[in-house]
């Protein structure tokens, strides 16, 4: 259903269209995507009491994992409750301009999570390579700037996604091969030029991914050769456990992000459209829901608090 605004043809709603060839199996598909879903938000608002409760967590470290924990959480609200409707229901109308919002929503909180990622790769560049002045550089003012910067970040890179896919004609129908809204997505469906979109899209991958994993790795460069040149294996240990449980973040968040992006524009037709459906629903999910399991298995302080609050 359409209306004609100016010389553009713009619909009033979309259909999402779910997982194009699972059609017939979306109800079992959806079990594990709740299930995911329902341990992402009771992990992570688990994690975020855990350390606002403690005093002993409220350091720049736990700090900044509590602003990952909370990302997670919008990152994964943005699309999972639309998607679970999809499946479950067949809820598969959304409004156009709710279709804009949630496109913002996914992009930003992505951004974001990117954003806090490599912060916490520079908080454990700090405490490794100057853990004298740790306390001095990463006051609390200094972390709220930081993670305001970050959001403010991928708001002003994401905002123009809206404008450049409100702009483009939808004269091939109003039907999303997918479970949300994203910008190539959206994008894809449009009987206009969607070069701009898509190479602004590349831009703004650039810009948030390729510029986090560059402060990632020279942060890791910095602390591995920091850590080398300890005299003690005990303390080269010591120093390096503190980072697994991010090095474990780094990875389920960014491998399933390259599949994502590199199939989604250079796959083509080779891989089939349910794979990069589902391939973007773990994208989104995996991380919020591995992330405070890996936190609790991997940091011994969170383990400790942990147990203290489960025997009061």
Not at 218 to 233: C, H, N
């Amino acid at each position: 259903m359409f209306f004609l605004n100016g010389t553009s043809l713009t619909p009033i709603s979309f259909i999402l269209n779910g997982i194009p060839g699972l059609e017939e199996v979306h109800l079992w598909v959806s079990f594990p995507l709740c299930t995911m879903y329902s341990i992402a938000i009771t992990g992570n608002f688990g994690l975020m009491y855990l350390i606002y409760s403690e005093e002993a967590l409220h350091r720049p470290m736990y700090i900044f994992l509590a602003l990952l924990s909370f990302t997670d959480v919008l990152m994964c609200t943005s699309t999972l409750p639309n998607t679970l409707c999809i499946l479950w229901f067949n809820l598969k109308e959304i409004d156009f301009k709710a279709c804009l919002a949630q496109m913002f929503f996914v992009h930003t909180f992505t951004g974001m999570e990117s954003g806090v990622l490599m912060l916490m790769a520079l908080d454990r560049y700090v405490a490794i390579c100057y853990p004298l002045r740790y306390a001095t550089i990463l006051t609390n003012s200094v972390i709220a700037k930081a993670g305001l910067l970050t959001f403010l970040r991928g708001v002003m890179l994401v905002i123009p996604f809206t404008f450049l896919t409100k702009r483009l004609p939808y004269c091939r129908g109003n039907v999303i091969l997918h479970t949300y809204c994203n910008h190539m997505s959206v994008a894809k469906i449009s009987c206009g030029n969607v070069k701009v979109n898509a190479i602004y899209g590349l831009m703004v991958a650039l810009l948030i991914g390729g510029f986090d994993i560059l402060c990632i790795t020279v942060s890791y460069t910095m602390i591995l050769r920091a850590v080398v040149s300890l005299s003690s294996a005990e303390a080269r240990q010591k120093a390096f456990s503190t980072c697994t449980a991010h090095i474990f973040a780094i990875v389920i968040t960014y491998v399933p992000a390259f599949f994502t992006f590199f199939t989604h524009r250079f796959g083509g037709r080779s891989i089939p459209p349910h794979i990069h459906i589902i391939m973007a629903n773990l994208y989104l999910l995996t991380p919020p829901t591995m992330n405070p399991i890996v936190y609790g298995i991997k940091t011994k302080q969170i383990r400790t608090s942990g147990k203290i609050h489960l025997w009061c």
